[in-house]
């Protein structure tokens, strides 16, 4: 099966610039989820999306957003980009179930720079 | 505030010695639990998942969860230098406690260093 794909995997932005950001899960799962990782805060959770519907949020500020597709195809937005959005953005996929939290699969990540 | 602590690092072994790897968390709701290597500017990948008190053998790895005490720990053995990176360790609710998938509690990670 193919991993989780992400594009771009490289971004230079300026401040107050918008970017969006795509990710395809594996194959059969319909559980996506989105991470930043910082060197200082380390990995946190910006939301999960699971049947087109956002299932849970993270403490981000509304400049952050993201949506899921029929396909399970999801992307992210961050709006009026600051410095401090500068970070890798992962995505990882699941299968979606409701029981025990489920293994999360990391994709290659994007690596953003906002100057 | 859920937290899961571990220790940074580094942690240098020798080539061959045993590394031990230890986190501690603070949601007692916390049900399930992860360990994940990342390579220097690379993603993390899974090692072990980890759900029941006790070991959890895998190869060189061995998980080891202890809910009593909310401590988490991995060990590596006959440690290669192939198995330096950075060790996250992750805890989650799921869906059945109140969370929901993908909702990862992430410590900071340790730094492993292999000597050879």
């Known amino acids: 099966k193919a991993g989780v794909t992400q594009t771009p995997r490289y971004l230079i932005k300026t401040r107050g610039q918008q970017v969006t950001l795509s990710c395809s899960p594996i194959?059969?799962?319909?559980?996506v989820s989105w991470y930043q990782q910082t060197p200082g805060q380390g990995l946190q959770f910006l939301f999960e999306?699971?049947?087109?519907?956002?299932?849970n949020k993270g403490n981000f500020p509304g400049r952050f957003s993201g949506r899921q597709f029929s396909n399970s195809r999801s992307e992210m937005n961050v709006s009026t980009l600051e410095l401090g959005d500068s970070a890798l953005y992962l995505c990882?996929?699941?299968?979606?179930?409701?029981?025990?939290?489920?293994?999360?699969?990391f994709g290659p990540g994007t690596r953003l720079l906002v100057l | 505030q859920k937290e899961v602590e571990q220790n940074s690092g580094p942690l240098s072994v020798p080539e061959g010695a045993i590394a031990s790897l230890n986190c501690t968390y603070s949601?007692?709701?916390?049900?399930?639990f992860f360990w994940y290597r990342q390579y220097s500017g690379k993603s993390p990948e899974l090692i072990m998942s980890?759900?029941?008190?006790g070991d959890k053998e895998d190869g060189r790895f061995t998980a080891q969860l202890n809910k009593a005490s909310q401590y988490v720990s991995l060990l590596i053995r006959d440690s290669q230098p192939s198995d330096s990176a950075t060790y996250l360790c992750?805890?989650?609710?799921?869906?059945?406690?109140?969370?929901?998938?993908?909702?990862?509690?992430f410590g900071k990670g340790t730094k492993l260093s292999v000597k050879p």
């Open positions: 980890i759900y029941s008190n």
């Open positions: 194959s059969g799962h319909r559980s």
């Open positions: 992750a805890g989650g609710r799921g869906m059945n406690y109140g969370g929901s998938q993908g909702n990862l509690i």
């Open positions: 999306y699971f049947s087109e519907t956002q299932r």
């Open positions: 990882a996929s699941s299968p979606g179930g409701t029981g025990l939290q489920e293994t999360q699969y």
């Open positions: 949601d007692r709701g916390s049900q399930s």
